[in-house]
């Protein structure tokens, strides 16, 4: 190890970072008056979402649009039009974006002032209704790209046109067409578009785990992570490597953004690794690839994990779903364990010296900080509805960040607690409502439908084919687009196709979330890996390749839980399940030494392409293909073994 200073990064270093790759975080810088009032509407954000969580919410259009109007009208006065575009002075915001963010205000309170009257004119829109619709569609697209970004966007743009267009569409895409009446009463007239199912999601269960995550912060938990995973990990082979891993699975629980992860975590893991002798481009991939798993890992998942529930249906819970994504996520976490263990004894690095680890003692002392995380997990358990588990969560995370010395909460950090947290929802409310836009034109079209069946015959019916072209759509989507609209866009174009081949609806469904997730390290647009090469100073579209290569789990979990539903624990024996999970991590280990070139010594290019065969036929889950992988992983094994006594 050398002796060269581990430099963690500053907040305002962070923060450039932030805002290069993550739209989210390209914000207005304010003071004065316009601080004040976006501080006082984020408060207000979280405490009329606080208030319909304890009393319950109102009708859905209500909820949705009220949820919609404050999100709207806090982009236009925090987002510029243009990234970058800031301006000093007494006008820090724009005259149009203050002129944005009143009409946003009145099309969110449109539904709540004339429910009465739209509900008695039964599907007839009145001129007002309709040149309402119309604002209310063009200000959702502007806030979405600036909140969202542009691909989105023009997904969005794209799917209205063929809505209205449809007559002119070629071969099996062609509809009748929909009226721009029409088209408008759909987005914002009924609950099929913007105020659809995304939207009702995000205005309830959404919101109350960014402000659970928001409040964890405020406890200290977020340091705890990284202390707690340096002190489990750190003298480990490769030990800031495992430490970054351990870390971001952590911090994965209060974090919805893949970039947000690699840059908090990153700051601190990534100086570490690369002062151990990781070189920028992989100490960059490690924390790119364990950032962007930390919205598989339950119990808190990314934000679709939560649509999800919505989309399935049948009385599928949310624990449901976090209990079935439990050992695929276990399995993505071990395979990039295991691609840094192999790297590390490559190069002969060690772990930490004792000088540089925490004390145990006083980090186990604080375990007590993880009580709110644990928390989450007894009431989904118990049987909890999902926002009751969220309401009491974030008051037993109060309760430990008073406990807590370190943290010193007072009732200033709830009251800025409140404000990042509707502040971190401000970019899902965006896509959500700009997914509702896709939903509402796939559903009057049929769309979904079309293109499921348009997939399986260019796939000629058989699954892996079907699979791969899936997984393709779920990639491209998912490249600058957010996990949030993706998973919507897939689950109802790419999903309906792999339900008809007879796959479970939660695997099919889970298979385009990983897909959709894993875009964030997929070269060319790999934000979470541009966003650690930013970090460790390397260069992004090699720290992209890396990532997806020490991610290639990912790429295979996913055909592993289609093929063997069991690994999901859905209609499964404790011995069904037990030989899965071993052929997984057995075929886990293999791949990990063919990629990495390394084992107990280094692999002869026969011996890698023997392992990584041996590790994707452990995958399949069939008798024969258990045999031959199992055979192989014996015999390289038994080969290392030798080699190592003589």
Same mark, same amino acid.
């Given at each position: 190890?050398?002796?060269?200073?581990?430099?963690?990064?500053?907040?305002?270093?962070?923060?450039?970072?932030?805002?290069?790759?993550?739209?989210?975080?390209?914000?207005?810088?304010?003071?004065?008056?316009?601080?004040?009032?976006?501080?006082?509407?984020?408060?207000?954000?979280?405490?009329?979402?606080?208030?319909?969580?304890?009393?319950?919410?109102?009708?859905?259009?209500?909820?949705?649009?009220?949820?919609?109007?404050?999100?709207?009208?806090?982009?236009?006065?925090?987002?510029?039009?243009?990234?970058?575009?800031?301006?000093?002075?007494?006008?820090?915001?724009?005259?149009?974006?203050?002129?944005?963010?009143?009409?946003?205000?009145?099309?969110?309170?449109?539904?709540?002032?004339?429910?009465?009257?739209?509900?008695?004119?039964?599907?007839?829109?009145?001129?007002?209704?309709?040149?309402?619709?119309?604002?209310?569609?063009?200000?959702?697209?502007?806030?979405?790209?600036?909140?969202?970004?542009?691909?989105?966007?023009?997904?969005?743009?794209?799917?209205?046109?063929?809505?209205?267009?449809?007559?002119?569409?070629?071969?099996?895409?062609?509809?009748?067409?929909?009226?721009?009446?029409?088209?408008?009463?759909?987005?914002?007239?009924?609950?099929?578009?913007?105020?659809?199912?995304?939207?009702?999601?995000?205005?309830?269960?959404?919101?109350?785990?960014?402000?659970?995550?928001?409040?964890?912060?405020?406890?200290?938990?977020?340091?705890?992570?990284?202390?707690?995973?340096?002190?489990?990990?750190?003298?480990?082979?490769?030990?800031?490597?495992?430490?970054?891993?351990?870390?971001?699975?952590?911090?994965?629980?209060?974090?919805?953004?893949?970039?947000?992860?690699?840059?908090?975590?990153?700051?601190?893991?990534?100086?570490?690794?690369?002062?151990?002798?990781?070189?920028?481009?992989?100490?960059?991939?490690?924390?790119?690839?364990?950032?962007?798993?930390?919205?598989?890992?339950?119990?808190?998942?990314?934000?679709?994990?939560?649509?999800?529930?919505?989309?399935?249906?049948?009385?599928?819970?949310?624990?449901?779903?976090?209990?079935?994504?439990?050992?695929?996520?276990?399995?993505?976490?071990?395979?990039?364990?295991?691609?840094?263990?192999?790297?590390?004894?490559?190069?002969?690095?060690?772990?930490?010296?004792?000088?540089?680890?925490?004390?145990?003692?006083?980090?186990?002392?604080?375990?007590?900080?993880?009580?709110? *995380? $644990?928390?989450? =997990? +007894?009431?989904? !358990?118990?049987?909890?509805?999902?926002?009751?588990?969220? /309401?009491?969560? %974030? #008051?037993?995370?109060?309760?430990?960040?008073?406990?807590?010395?370190?943290?010193?909460?007072?009732?200033?950090?709830?009251?800025?607690?409140?404000?990042?947290?509707?502040?971190?929802?401000?970019?899902?409310?965006?896509?959500?409502?700009?997914?509702? *836009? $896709?939903?509402? =034109? +796939?559903?009057? !079209?049929?769309?979904?439908?079309?293109?499921?069946?348009? /997939?399986?015959? %260019? #796939?000629?019916?058989?699954?892996?084919?079907?699979?791969?072209?899936?997984?393709?759509?779920?990639?491209?989507?998912?490249?600058?687009?957010?996990?949030?609209?993706?998973?919507?866009?897939?689950?109802?174009?790419?999903?309906?196709?792999?339900?008809?081949?007879?796959?479970?609806?939660?695997?099919?469904?889970?298979?385009?979330?990983?897909?959709?997730?894993?875009?964030?390290?997929?070269?060319?647009?790999?934000?979470?890996?541009?966003?650690?090469?930013?970090?460790?100073?390397?260069?992004?579209?090699?720290?992209?390749?890396?990532?997806?290569?020490?991610?290639?789990?990912?790429?295979?979990?996913?055909?592993?839980?289609?093929?063997?539903?069991?690994?999901?624990?859905?209609?499964?024996?404790?011995?069904?399940?037990?030989?899965?999970?071993?052929?997984?991590?057995?075929?886990?280990?293999?791949?990990?030494?063919?990629?990495?070139?390394?084992?107990?010594?280094?692999?002869?290019?026969?011996?890698?392409?023997?392992?990584?065969?041996?590790?994707?036929?452990?995958?399949?889950?069939?008798?024969?293909?258990?045999?031959?992988?199992?055979?192989?992983?014996?015999?390289?094994?038994?080969?290392?073994?030798?080699?190592?006594?003589?």
């Amino acid at each position: 190890m050398t002796n060269e200073k581990v430099d963690v990064l500053s907040a305002e270093e962070q923060q450039k970072i932030l805002e290069k790759y993550d739209p989210e975080s390209n914000t207005r810088k304010l003071t004065g008056v316009f601080q004040k009032v976006v501080f006082v509407g984020l408060l207000a954000f979280s405490l009329f979402q606080l208030y319909t969580a304890i009393f319950g919410v109102f009708t859905a259009q209500i909820q949705r649009s009220v949820h919609l109007g404050f999100a709207l009208a806090l982009i236009f006065l925090l987002f510029p039009a243009r990234r970058g575009k800031r301006k000093s002075g007494k006008l820090q915001v724009a005259w149009y974006d203050i002129v944005l963010a009143l009409l946003s205000i009145y099309v969110g309170l449109y539904w709540p002032l004339h429910i009465d009257k739209i509900v008695m004119r039964v599907g007839m829109l009145s001129d007002q209704d309709f040149y309402t619709g119309v604002l209310a569609v063009l200000l959702v697209l502007e806030a979405t790209r600036r909140a969202v970004g542009l691909p989105i966007t023009i997904i969005a743009i794209l799917f209205l046109s063929y809505g209205y267009f449809g007559e002119m569409m070629p071969g099996f895409l062609r509809h009748s067409g929909l009226s721009l009446q029409r088209l408008v009463q759909t987005m914002f007239f009924t609950t099929e578009g913007i105020l659809g199912t995304p939207l009702g999601v995000s205005s309830t269960f959404i919101f109350l785990f960014l402000l659970f995550g928001s409040f964890l912060v405020k406890t200290g938990v977020g340091q705890y992570f990284n202390d707690l995973a340096v002190a489990i990990a750190g003298r480990s082979t490769g030990g800031p490597a495992k430490v970054a891993i351990f870390s971001s699975a952590l911090q994965g629980t209060i974090s919805g953004s893949s970039v947000a992860n690699v840059v908090t975590s990153g700051s601190f893991t990534i100086p570490m690794m690369k002062k151990l002798g990781y070189k920028k481009e992989f100490a960059g991939a490690v924390e790119a690839a364990a950032s962007t798993g930390g919205q598989l890992m339950p119990p808190i998942m990314g934000a679709a994990a939560f649509l999800m529930v919505e989309f399935i249906g049948g009385g599928l819970t949310y624990w449901d779903i976090a209990k079935a994504a439990a050992i695929p996520a276990v399995l993505y976490f071990a395979g990039i364990w295991i691609m840094t263990h192999f790297e590390a004894k490559r190069i002969g690095l060690s772990g930490l010296s004792k000088e540089e680890m925490p004390n145990r003692k006083e980090v186990f002392k604080k375990i007590y900080l993880l009580i709110p *995380i $644990i928390a989450v =997990i +007894v009431l989904l !358990t118990a049987g909890v509805t999902v926002t009751h588990a969220a /309401l009491y969560s %974030i #008051a037993i995370a109060i309760v430990v960040g008073f406990i807590n010395r370190d943290s010193n909460m007072k009732l200033v950090d709830i009251v800025y607690a409140l404000v990042d947290g509707a502040r971190t929802a401000l970019g899902v409310a965006a896509a959500t409502a700009a997914a509702g *836009i $896709i939903v509402g =034109i +796939v559903t009057k !079209t049929g769309l979904g439908l079309k293109l499921a069946n348009g /997939l399986l015959d %260019i #796939a000629g019916g058989h699954l892996l084919p079907t699979l791969f072209l899936t997984m393709i759509a779920a990639i491209v989507l998912g490249m600058g687009s957010p996990t949030t609209a993706n998973y919507v866009i897939t689950s109802t174009i790419a999903a309906p196709a792999i339900i008809l081949l007879g796959v479970p609806d939660l695997s099919a469904h889970l298979f385009v979330f990983y897909f959709g997730i894993i875009a964030d390290i997929t070269p060319p647009v790999a934000l979470a890996a541009f966003a650690a090469a930013g970090v460790s100073g390397g260069e992004p579209i090699r720290t992209g390749v890396q990532s997806a290569k020490l991610a290639i789990a990912a790429f295979i979990i996913p055909y592993m839980f289609v093929l063997s539903p069991q690994l999901l624990m859905i209609d499964t024996t404790i011995t069904e399940l037990l030989w899965v999970i071993f052929t997984a991590v057995t075929g886990m280990i293999a791949i990990g030494a063919g990629m990495v070139g390394y084992w107990m010594r280094s692999l002869h290019w026969i011996e890698r392409v023997v392992a990584v065969g041996a590790g994707v036929m452990l995958i399949n889950p069939t008798v024969w293909s258990d045999v031959i992988g199992l055979g192989s992983f014996v015999i390289l094994l038994v080969l290392q073994f030798v080699w190592k006594r003589k």
